[in-house]
């Protein structure tokens, strides 16, 4: 299959190009770089910017792709979580107006987009796809990422496209990296853990989320699912845990209260009221199962990096 990947370059892209040639596919990038990415991954290249619909629909019409993969974030390497909407505007418009975007240009081609497993709304036990998403006291910050989120998701469904939730996304590249945002953070003693630390974080690494990705482009599944490793995790647990593996000091504790003024209603909901999610669709459905079954293993492994 020809694969156009718009993304290419991002956290999940830089794995999923080479996964993409071993599985015999011809992938192309939309980049608004293309001498770096042709230079950096070795395949053909769209050049466009995302947002700019007259030369996406041109670029990707005249690409004459099979399939399309939609992996567009703008999203800062050291996130603000207490200015999150302001943070994820350039991300959310990539949501929607670059999705519709791609949609347009190759109405004909099979279509995966990436969204996220924040999207639910908190509540016990791991959530499933048929879950509801958050429409009870979700946080103000959050409302537009979540919108927009969404919004992709329906547009993929739509067009008969697969949105990929995936977790929470570690790796090369990620601020999970040993030489990542949130490393150093918790390195430095300076990543606490808020309140109880109650909250699920499912994970996923990138190789996993590129895995699934390939897994989806020639089966017949449409609408969402989620892409997550088989051990769901509360905060008080890995936060924790990471700094052990880092050889940190064990990490602060600051109680909701405490927190809010710095991490926000939105920092405080992600380490205490994020719900885990259940991948036992994914697996069925894309016959895809995830090689770090636990976060704690590829932790070890990422975090044993020299970079
Ligand atoms: N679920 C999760 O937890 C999750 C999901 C995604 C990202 N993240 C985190 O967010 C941080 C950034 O990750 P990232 O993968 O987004 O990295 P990134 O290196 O910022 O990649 C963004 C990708 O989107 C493309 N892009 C952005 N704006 C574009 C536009 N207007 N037109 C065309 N292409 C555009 C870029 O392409 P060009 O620059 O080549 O044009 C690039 O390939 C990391 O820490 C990552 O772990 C987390």
Same mark, same amino acid.
């Given at each position: 299959m020809r694969v156009l990947v718009? !993304?290419?370059?991002g956290v999940i892209g830089r794995r999923l190009v080479p996964l993409l040639k071993e599985a015999g596919h011809e992938p192309v990038a939309l980049t608004r770089n293309p001498g770096a990415v042709r230079e950096r991954l070795g395949v053909e290249t769209v050049e466009a910017d995302a947002l700019v619909r007259e030369d996406v629909l041109k670029g990707v019409r005249d690409a004459a792709p099979d399939a399309v993969v939609n992996l567009l974030t703008a999203i800062p390497?050291?996130?603000d979580v207490s200015r999150l909407a302001e943070e994820f505007v350039l991300t959310n418009r990539l949501r929607t107006q670059g999705t519709r975007n791609l949609l347009d240009a190759a109405p004909g081609a099979r279509h995966i987009a990436e969204s996220v497993a924040f999207v639910y709304q908190p509540g016990d036990g791991l959530a499933d796809e048929d879950a509801p998403t958050w429409y009870d006291g979700t946080p103000d910050q959050f409302v537009t990422t979540l919108e927009a989120a969404l919004d992709l998701e329906r547009q993929l469904t739509e067009a008969g496209g697969l949105a990929l939730r995936f977790g929470h996304l570690y790796g090369p !590249?990620? !601020?999970?990296?040993?030489?990542g945002a949130t490393t150093a953070a918790i390195r430095a003693g300076q990543f606490p853990l808020i309140g109880g630390g109650n909250g699920y974080f499912s994970f996923i690494h990138s190789a996993d989320a590129a895995a699934a990705v390939v897994a989806g482009l020639d089966r017949d599944v449409s609408g969402v699912l989620n892409i997550a490793d088989d051990h769901p995790t509360q905060a008080r647990e890995w936060i924790p845990e990471v700094a052990r593996m880092l050889g940190a000091l064990e990490p602060p504790v600051v109680s909701e209260e405490q927190a809010l003024p710095v991490a926000g209603e939105w920092g405080v909901a992600f380490l205490n009221r994020l719900r885990g999610v259940d991948n036992a669709r994914a697996r069925a459905s894309l016959d895809w199962r995830p090689r770090y079954a636990s976060w704690r293993d590829g932790f070890e492994v990422e975090l044993s990096k020299d970079e």
């Open positions: 718009a !993304g290419a370059t390497a050291k996130l !590249g990620s !601020g999970y990296a040993a030489d």
